[in-house]
């Protein structure tokens, strides 16, 4: 999936590049700079400052989503389709994107320490290690689904598992902090490109500052949006991005759960 938004922001100024002279005002705008032009050290073009915008903008918001778990049938179409629509929330609406993130970095930490206060000989039986805000975020985004006689049931809330490791109906998920790491799918490159474009950006709008040169208020809106959806990715630090696959508990009684069946939900404020 890496390589998808590399290939666009390699291939958008190529593209932009071939597009007409634009005008404004009666000035004509070069779509390309000759490099014996007398204006190509101090003159941008149209495209170069929408191309800069976008692709802030694009990196930015596709390296901040991070996802719930899809659900067993989901086919791909959908769950692109639900990461779009959340990339769209977040440039449209980005105050709403850190309100979810907010919730949903209380509500990990909340399941954190809920698990962490099960009764200790649960816990020494059990010889599991204390839940992180990681394990937290795995549980809320999907990451515990229920087998019965070993077909899917159901996914269980923090508190349904809970509940049923307490009732020793179910064995406490022996899943590391590190292994939840390395289910999710958020690589360095893709993070790396981010930083860096978002760094570039900066980085020319304070240049302009300091040499008393006005910033377009395409610029300015890219910067604020991109400000908000900073916020939204430090709150989702710690939860892992792009998990394909929930962990599996296996329920232990005879009796299966009556209260329980197979339905998935996009909860989009866990």
């Not at 692109?80 to 979810?100: K, S």
């Not at 975020?137 to 809330?157: E, H, K, N, Q, S």
Request: charged share 20%; hydrophobic share 45%; net charge positive.
């Amino acid at each position: 999936m890496t390589f998808l938004p590399c290939a666009v922001l390699l291939y958008f100024p190529l593209f932009c590049a071939s597009l007409p002279i634009a005008s404004f005002n009666g000035t004509s705008v070069p779509s390309t700079l000759d490099a014996s032009s007398p204006f190509c050290n101090d003159t941008r073009t149209l495209w170069s400052i929408v191309w800069s915008c976008a692709a802030t903008l694009f990196a930015c918001t596709w390296t901040a989503v991070h996802p719930n778990i899809p659900g067993i049938d989901e086919k791909k179409f959908p769950v692109a389709c639900r990461r779009l629509f959340i990339m769209v929330m977040a440039l449209i609406a980005p105050e709403l994107m850190i309100t979810w993130a907010t919730r949903q970095f209380l509500s990990a930490q909340k399941a954190a320490r809920d698990f962490n206060k099960l009764p200790r000989e649960i816990l020494e039986s059990e010889k599991r290690k204390k839940w992180t805000v990681t394990h937290g975020y795995f549980a809320w985004m999907g990451g515990f689904i229920l087998y019965v006689d070993g077909t899917p049931r159901a996914t269980l809330t923090p508190e349904e598992l809970r509940d049923f490791v307490r009732d020793r109906k179910v064995d406490m998920p022996d899943i590391t902090e590190k292994e939840i790491e390395d289910r999710s799918k958020g690589d360095g490159l893709s993070k790396a490109i981010a930083i860096i474009q978002l760094a570039w950006f900066v980085l020319q709008l304070l240049a302009r500052y300091v040499q008393n040169l006005q910033a377009t208020l395409l610029e300015i809106d890219t910067l604020a949006i991109v400000a908000l959806t900073c916020i939204a990715y430090c709150l989702w630090w710690k939860k892992p991005k792009n998990v394909g696959c929930p962990y599996v508990v296996h329920w232990k009684e005879t009796t299966p759960p009556s209260s329980l069946t197979y339905e998935y939900v996009v909860n989009m404020l866990a």
